[in-house]
């Protein structure tokens, strides 16, 4: 398998989904069993979503369009980011969650009409990090890496890291509360540059989080936003008029 992998592209990555390369301006992914071609299908087009740009039945190929600035962790721990960035990237993050729908088979979203995209499409990611969220050449985010998500109710094939991670009790089948639990700690991260509790152990971070203990966000930019992932009880569309709320207001008291 080695072999025939090394003649496809430059070596990028491997992870518990697949092998990651390269070929010139895109990603080539073959990913292992159980896979996430058949989740990437399903979901279609959308502008917050890495784009599929076709699957090898023979090869067992995923090819996906090449995202130039990395995965947003790392350009977070390496970057100086602005306050419009972050942003930016807050509304991005929770837009990739939604769908309109124009009777075709287009995915758009239309700003002040909100539903859900990933969820309305039955897809649950299951490990919504910053891990997994990737920039372009102009910094614009999108959601990546479908393959142990949960598709249609199915079992989900991966768990989420600590700090990203509802606390539900083992065996508890992956919910959409659980992607924006995540979300609200990708959030956090995003403004912050560090995860929740970052100083401590990832143990006495689960601890905490069963205890609903959380960062104090009182200080900080979206904090009721992450305040409202966190508490469990927030649909993605109250997550996302929240985020809109908090921008205008921004935008009222000159902080932008």
Request: with cysteine; charged share 25%; net charge negative.
């Amino acid at each position: 398998m080695a072999q025939t992998l090394a003649s496809i592209g430059i070596y990028v990555a491997h992870g518990a989904s697949g092998i990651i390369e390269r070929d010139g301006e895109t990603v080539l992914k073959r990913p292992f069993p159980n896979n996430d071609s058949s989740r990437q299908e399903h979901l279609g087009l959308h502008h917050c979503i890495v784009r599929m740009l076709s699957w090898d039945y023979e090869q067992d190929i995923l090819k996906l369009e090449y995202m130039r600035n990395g995965n947003l962790k790392s350009y977070l721990d390496s970057n100086y980011c602005s306050v419009e960035n972050k942003i930016r990237w807050v509304k991005q993050a929770a837009d990739a969650f939604q769908l309109i729908e124009r009777g075709n088979p287009g995915l758009y979203c239309a700003k002040g009409i909100p539903s859900q995209f990933l969820h309305s499409k039955s897809v649950i990611h299951c490990d919504i990090k910053p891990d997994n969220f990737l920039l372009d050449e102009d910094l614009h985010l999108k959601i990546s890496d479908f393959a142990g998500s949960s598709l249609s109710g199915s079992r989900a094939l991966v768990c989420g890291s600590s700090r990203f991670l509802r606390p539900t009790m083992p065996g508890t089948p992956c919910e959409a509360q659980d992607d924006i639990f995540g979300l609200g700690s990708t959030i956090y991260t995003i403004i912050t540059g560090t995860g929740p509790f970052g100083e401590l152990e990832s143990a006495e971070v689960e601890a905490r989080f069963w205890a609903a203990e959380f960062p104090d966000t009182s200080d900080v930019l979206f904090g009721d936003v992450i305040r409202s992932c966190w508490s469990g009880r927030a649909s993605i569309e109250q997550v996302c008029s929240y985020i809109e709320t908090s921008v205008r207001q921004m935008r009222e008291s000159e902080q932008l």
